[in-house]
């Protein structure tokens, strides 16, 4: 946390710097980093600079943070074009524990939808014969080291490392 002057370890777990403060209904899991977005196409700008502040906090180039973003904006715009039965915010948590940087989307009010089972995409097809959908899923199951999912109690919660 070199630009906030708080080494991380002063506030992993304790009282984080303002910028990276848990809002009160919201709690710090672990080191684990969450705000709430608006079920919304127009929330990925304040994702991205959620995102970018988070990294920058962390020391992380920015440079490494593409894949990062592509990963999130395909999962949140997933989420909201596919799960229409709730009008919740959707959270999105971060974590960093040298080397692996974690995220979590949580979707509160929803039906489970296992993204971790999304049917394989025949690249070697022509683009004509392969249906529409599926390229974004299967880009998450390929740059991620994990993708993880859980639902329970009408929440969905995808964790990718």
Same mark, same amino acid.
Request: glycine share 8%; proline share 4%; aromatic share 10%.
């Given at each position: 946390?070199?630009e906030?002057?708080?080494?991380?370890?002063?506030?992993?777990?304790?009282?984080?710097?303002?910028?990276? *403060?848990?809002?009160?209904?919201?709690?710090?899991?672990?080191?684990?980093?969450? #705000?709430?977005? *608006?079920? %919304?196409?127009?929330?990925? +700008?304040?994702?991205?600079?959620?995102?970018?502040?988070?990294?920058?906090?962390?020391?992380?180039? =920015?440079?490494?943070?593409?894949?990062?973003?592509? $990963? $999130? +904006?395909?999962?949140?715009?997933n #989420?909201?074009?596919?799960?229409?039965?709730?009008?919740?915010?959707? +959270?999105?948590g971060?974590?960093? =524990?040298?080397?692996?940087?974690?995220?979590?989307?949580?979707?509160?009010?929803? %039906?489970?939808?296992?993204?971790?089972?999304?049917?394989?995409? !025949?690249? !070697?097809?022509?683009? +004509? !014969?392969?249906?529409?959908?599926?390229?974004?899923?299967?880009?998450? =199951?390929?740059?991620?080291?994990?993708?993880?999912?859980?639902?329970?109690?009408?929440?969905?919660?995808?964790?990718?490392?």
């Amino acid at each position: 946390m070199q630009e906030l002057g708080f080494p991380r370890a002063a506030w992993c777990g304790g009282a984080a710097p303002a910028a990276f *403060a848990a809002p009160a209904d919201r709690a710090v899991t672990a080191c684990m980093i969450e #705000r709430l977005f *608006a079920r %919304e196409f127009r929330s990925i +700008e304040a994702i991205v600079d959620f995102v970018n502040g988070f990294l920058t906090a962390q020391g992380l180039d =920015q440079d490494q943070a593409y894949d990062v973003h592509l $990963i $999130i +904006e395909e999962l949140f715009t997933n #989420r909201v074009k596919y799960s229409r039965e709730s009008t919740a915010d959707i +959270e999105l948590g971060l974590d960093w =524990q040298a080397p692996v940087l974690t995220l979590r989307l949580r979707d509160f009010n929803v %039906e489970p939808f296992d993204v971790t089972k999304a049917l394989p995409v !025949d690249l !070697d097809r022509p683009v +004509e !014969d392969r249906g529409h959908g599926g390229l974004g899923l299967h880009f998450v =199951q390929r740059v991620a080291d994990g993708l993880d999912y859980a639902w329970a109690g009408r929440t969905s919660t995808i964790t990718v490392t």
